[in-house]
């Protein structure tokens, strides 16, 4: 979203593409809710949204994710979108989950694109607030209206600072929600990856008698 990070993923792979937001400068950080950052998370959805228009589907990251196995295994094929939560209430099914777009998969077909336009529209409807705001407002009444199979993912599997996951042996990713700041997220995630480092460094045998945890309190974790 900005030059220098087209750059370095064209230094990485050839699979890059530049998303510009006209009016706004992304060479710096976007602090929470402000109008910058409201562009840049509907902008995404944007963005997303053309995507499954072109017939791909997808899985978006944030960049505060940190990724340790796969998360793909625990998407269920049936699923249209499938989503991480910032709390899970223990039904993937459930639309009382709290869903937090930072992993997102979405399959295209068009229940999907359907409901993403819609979603993608509805920012009229509540002006001042960012996507994920507006996809908790909008899930009952438009997956009723399109059939769309939503699926909140466990926070077991794909945890978060807002909900931990303790369970060294099954988490998949670790999002540092319920986090404000730049500098804030990146001290508590070099934390959490120390932590992943220290599991690593034992045999799965070593590992059966040993109790794991992450580093706490940290400025947002804890």
């Not at 791909?56 to 998407?75: E, K, Q």
């Not at 996809?135 to 909140?152: A, C, D, P, R, S």
């Not at 460094?201 to 706490?216: I, P």
Request: aromatic letters at 16%; hydrophobic letters at 35%; charged letters at 20%.
């Amino acid at each position: 979203m900005d030059p220098k990070a087209y750059q370095r993923c064209k230094e990485v792979h050839f699979y890059c593409y530049f998303l510009e937001t006209k009016g706004v400068n992304y060479t710096s950080e976007k602090f929470f809710m402000t109008k910058d950052y409201l562009e840049m998370m509907w902008g995404r959805n944007g963005f997303q949204l053309s995507i499954l228009e072109l017939g791909y589907n997808f899985l978006f990251t944030d960049v505060d994710i940190m990724w340790f196995r796969n998360p793909l295994r625990h998407i269920a094929i049936t699923s249209h979108i499938a989503i991480s939560s910032d709390f899970f209430i223990g039904d993937e099914d459930s639309l009382s989950n709290f869903p937090n777009g930072g992993l997102l998969y979405a399959r295209s077909c068009n229940t999907t694109i359907q409901f993403y336009r819609s979603w993608h529209n509805a920012r009229d409807d509540f002006p001042g607030m960012h996507e994920q705001n507006v996809f908790n407002q909008i899930k009952k009444n438009y997956t009723e209206k399109f059939g769309v199979k939503l699926q909140f993912l466990n926070t077991a599997y794909c945890g978060g600072f807002c909900q931990l996951s303790h369970d060294f042996d099954k988490i998949c990713t670790m999002h540092a929600n319920c986090c404000v700041g730049l500098g804030s997220k990146v001290n508590d995630l070099k934390n959490v990856l120390n932590s992943w480092k220290y599991y690593k460094s034992f045999s799965l045998e070593e590992r059966k008698g040993k109790k794991f945890q992450w580093k706490v309190p940290g400025i947002c974790i804890h």
